[in-house]
């Protein structure tokens, strides 16, 4: 599985960002895909996932409300709509695919990666 991450961008607190994640090779009918953040000098931790059949999703706690994780089997991809984001979102955002799982939100379950795209939001 080859992911692209695109949508990253600069916006101001209380703004929206849509990132899209597009597979190709295998598509996401066996994976689970979730999204996860970076920010500077931090971990890289969870931020949302979804079921391979798109019918359930998780969201961090720090996300849940704002950030709505979706998939479009048709086109292969998954959307991770960020609403009111927060300085504190700022981070490099890459989506994830863990093949074998139907949901994940442990890092360790994802074995595909793509690149990041970076997430700026100014105070």
């Known amino acids: 599985v080859q992911l692209q991450a695109s949508g990253g961008g600069l916006v101001q607190a209380g703004g929206s960002l849509s990132l899209s994640c597009a597979a190709s090779?295998?598509?996401?009918?066996?994976?689970?895909t979730g999204w996860f953040r970076q920010a500077p000098g931090k971990e890289r931790e969870f931020v949302a996932t979804i079921s391979w059949t798109g019918g359930t999703t998780y969201y961090a706690d720090s996300v849940k409300g704002r950030f709505t994780i979706s998939r479009d089997k048709s086109k292969n991809t998954v959307y991770l709509q960020m609403n009111s984001l927060k300085p504190e979102d700022t981070a490099v955002y890459s989506c994830a695919a863990a093949s074998g799982y139907s949901i994940a939100t442990m890092r360790r379950a994802y074995n595909y990666w793509g690149q990041g795209t970076q997430v700026t939001v100014s105070s």
């Open positions: 090779g295998r598509t996401f009918g066996s994976h689970a």
